[in-house]
């Protein structure tokens, strides 16, 4: 399918959020990892199991309900949903607000998280 016009601004506003969560993520990867090349496995494994269980690869419908209902409750799921959300022809798991409170929530936490653990030399240790 095609993108509705309507659709752009809000799918913008989806990516912008989960661009900053996953931001926020990498650094935290990246400042417990010892070197480049493995935060950069390590990053991508995380990013892909986030991908992989956010309910846009693997429907929730498809999965145990017990399993759909662990996985629609992670902040990756709540970030996805706001691209389904801005697609008339999907439904989200979960209202759009909650989605963009849950997900700007979760990305503070994880920035301070990123803050927190930082070194300027990891070589040092």
Do not use: K
Not at 87 to 92: D, M, S
């Amino acid at each position: 399918g095609t993108v509705q016009p309507e659709s752009i601004l809000p799918l913008f506003g989806a990516s912008i959020l989960a661009l900053m969560l996953f931001l926020a993520a990498g650094y935290v990867v990246g400042s417990l990892t010892s070197t480049a090349t493995v935060g950069s496995a390590v990053g991508t494994i995380v990013q892909m199991l986030a991908f992989l269980t956010c309910g846009l690869v693997l429907p929730f419908a498809l999965l145990p309900d017990g399993l759909a209902n662990v996985l629609s409750r992670l902040p990756t799921t709540y970030a996805a949903d706001l691209t389904v959300a801005a697609i008339p022809q999907l439904t989200a798991v979960h209202p759009p607000a909650t989605s963009v409170l849950v997900t700007l929530a979760t990305t503070a936490v994880v920035f301070v998280l990123a803050v927190a653990v930082f070194r300027w030399d990891s070589t040092s240790d």
